[in-house]
């Protein structure tokens, strides 16, 4: 199973809702990564979690809280959005935090997020 | 800081060869991943340099020259489906888990 999977693929929320996204992988990987990405634009690292504790933190806004309860899951829990969230939101894993760079990471195919 | 530099927009006809550059100035570096993403789907990995010198995989192969800063990303015998946008990224922060991207060269292959 070499494969990240994410649901919901699409959600459309008020900005008073809360949601959350989940993110699964099986492949034994310990580091695990939301991104953010605009159309026509680069994904954009939010947070990463290095052997399920929260390791990186690019001064996210609070709305947005992770969680990584266990070594194959990964939630994003989504409160009073701005429409300018809206984006499509990616996870990924990769193998091993700490070895030099060449872990490559393994992208799930994203939520598309509708903030209105 | 950190920059990744590479052409935003590329054409080129199918069956043809296409290199797309990558340059980045950074405090450090850990290799330089190519990413492969086509329109509303998740990035794919493509390749990783870490020492200089070419690196092929079938159709695809990257360069890397650490004294330039610059990679590039050589695709032969185009075909209709490599139309997609393709991400330069390196590897930093502690532990090489912060993956920074450069804006991405989006390449529409023609008939």
């Known amino acids: 199973d070499t494969e990240v999977t994410q649901t919901p693929k699409h959600l459309v929320m008020g900005m008073t809702n809360k949601k959350s996204l989940k993110c699964e992988q099986h492949?034994?990987?310990?580091?695990m990564y939301w991104y953010k990405q605009k159309a026509k634009k680069p994904p954009e690292l939010m947070f990463v979690?290095?052997?399920?504790?929260?390791?990186i933190n690019e001064s996210v806004p609070s709305r947005f809280s992770p969680e990584c309860p266990n070594s194959s899951h990964l939630f994003l829990h989504l409160h009073t959005l701005q429409p300018e969230d809206s984006a499509l939101y990616l996870c990924a894993s990769s193998h091993t935090p700490g070895r030099r760079g060449e872990d490559e990471q393994y992208f799930g195919p994203g939520t598309r997020l509708t903030v209105t | 800081g950190q920059n990744i530099d590479q052409p935003t927009e590329m054409t080129a006809t199918e069956g043809a060869i296409v290199q797309i550059n990558c340059t980045y100035q950074?405090?450090?570096?850990?290799?330089l991943f190519w990413y492969q993403q086509h329109a509303g789907e998740a990035p794919t990995f493509l390749s990783y340099n870490v020492l200089d010198g070419l690196e092929e995989k079938g159709r695809f192969s990257s360069f890397l020259s650490r004294s330039k800063g610059y990679s590039y990303l050589l695709l032969k015998e185009l075909q209709m489906k490599d139309s997609a946008s393709y991400l330069c990224a390196a590897p930093f922060g502690s532990g090489y888990n912060k993956l920074i991207f450069g804006a991405g060269t989006r390449l529409a292959v023609h008939p």
């Open positions: 950074t405090s450090g570096f850990n290799g």
């Open positions: 979690y290095s052997y399920e504790k929260l390791s």
């Open positions: 492949m034994g990987h310990r580091a």
